[in-house]
């Protein structure tokens, strides 16, 4: 059973103008495909063949012979899970129980917001800006590369790529231009509640 990219949640262009097509076009149409590409490659032949996804990652979590498969099927996880942490019109507050939460563990939106950017903004080099619940909490936390919550026991409710390949068409070198746009224009507060929630 190969894995298969799935569809974006909204047209490539519907993300304009904090993100553009030609950014979509590079990175969905052909970062995310190669991940999705490399992994089936990978994985042909083997017993991880016959498994989902997520089932992939946790077996070979921490398998040090397992690396290159690891970070591609991450990758994959990864760039789905992002492409649906944004909306079009999206920003705003979060609502009901996750709204709730994030006034208890940062104090409000403004200090959500606070400790995001930091997290994203100081992630050195590749990787990747999580919501999280951790042990029933929320928390926020970056990870290198392609690692990701799912490896460590954790519940991803949010995430922003912050690899260059996310914002150097429309933000050059300007990552924390970029981090305050997630922000205010496209993350989708439903998806992390429906997470929070589910
Ligand atoms: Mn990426």
Not at 44 to 58: F, P, R, Y
Not at 61 to 67: C, H, M, Q
Not at 120 to 125: D, E, N, S
Not at 161 to 178: C, G, I, T
């Amino acid at each position: 059973m190969a894995i298969e990219l799935p569809d974006l949640p909204y047209a490539r262009d519907a993300l304009a103008p904090h993100i553009s097509e030609n950014t979509i076009n590079f990175h969905y149409g052909k970062h995310h495909q190669a991940y999705v590409s490399n992994l089936n490659g990978l994985i042909a032949g083997t017993d991880l063949e016959a498994k989902s996804l997520e089932d992939i990652i946790i077996t070979i979590a921490g398998d040090d012979s397992k690396t290159g498969i690891f970070n591609n099927a991450a990758q994959v996880w990864n760039h789905t899970f992002y492409w649906h942490s944004m909306t079009p019109n999206g920003g705003g507050a979060p609502k009901g129980a996750l709204a709730e939460a994030i006034k208890q563990s940062f104090g409000g939106l403004e200090g959500f917001k606070e400790k995001f950017k930091a997290a994203a903004a100081t992630r050195f080099g590749s990787g990747w800006a999580w919501l999280v619940l951790d042990g029933g909490k929320l928390r926020i936390i970056s990870t290198g590369n392609a690692d990701l919550p799912l490896a460590h026991g954790q519940k991803a409710l949010l995430t922003i790529d912050v690899w260059e390949h996310a914002y150097y068409l429309d933000f050059q070198n300007l990552r924390p231009s970029y981090i305050d746009t997630f922000m205010d224009h496209l993350i989708n507060w439903d998806f992390a509640e429906a997470n929070f929630t589910s």
